[in-house]
């Protein structure tokens, strides 16, 4: 059902490639637990986002990529639909993605009057077709983010060796990942990896 006076706005963000051989009632069903907590009976009643400007949630066949910019009114009880998701999202993914959920704490903004901190939050999850397609995604989000910060005191040319150490540690990662497993076969992508909670300030609104 509709959730009137939610004290979040939680807002979806992502790109995922898909397989070639999907099609939309896949896709449809994969992010299910998405238009259900928004109340929906249908993809089609529950695809459109609160804000007229975001797309919500679209299936672009031509691509086949599943577009998301979608906002939600809801509670902490949302992070609960978000294993489904992203298991269902592993199942049909071509190529490792991140997908950033950010919640926004609606009470504050409506209290004019706010004092101290809101209760902002911020998840950002991974999906894709395997771990290592995983985790492809996780080191290239984290080389971006330190070579954006130490190139303000280093030129780019320098931070090679910096890269090849992020490289080695995701590389032990896997590593002790595959050995873990029966017959050294990864799984499909783990649903749900997750990283980033508590933003340390307010994150801009809509501007995608």
Not at 36 to 57: H, I, L
Not at 94 to 109: C, L, N
Not at 147 to 164: I, P
Not at 166 to 183: G, H, I, M, Q, Y
């Amino acid at each position: 059902m509709p959730r009137n006076n939610a004290p979040f706005e939680i807002h979806v963000h992502g790109q995922i490639a898909l397989l070639p051989e999907v099609r939309a009632k896949q896709v449809e069903d994969a992010v299910k637990p998405l238009w259900k907590y928004a109340g929906a009976r249908s993809f089609a009643a529950g695809a459109g986002s609160v804000y007229e400007d975001e797309p919500g949630m679209v299936f672009e066949t031509r691509d086949q990529v599943l577009q998301l910019c979608w906002t939600v009114p809801g509670d902490d009880d949302f992070r609960q639909v978000l294993d489904e998701f992203c298991m269902n999202l592993n199942e049909i993914a071509q190529a490792g993605a991140a997908i950033e959920v950010t919640f926004y704490d609606a009470e504050f903004d409506a209290d004019e009057d706010s004092e101290g901190e809101s209760r902002d939050d911020f998840v950002m999850l991974f999906v894709g077709p395997n771990p290592q397609a995983i985790m492809q995604v996780q080191r290239d989000l984290l080389v971006n983010d330190v070579v954006q910060l130490m190139e303000r005191h280093f030129d780019g040319a320098e931070l090679g060796d910096v890269v090849a150490e992020v490289d080695k540690l995701f590389a032990k990662r896997f590593d002790a990942l595959v050995s873990s497993l029966d017959l050294g076969k990864p799984p499909r992508g783990s649903g749900g990896f997750g990283s980033g909670h508590g933003s340390g300030g307010r994150k801009p609104r809509h501007l995608h």
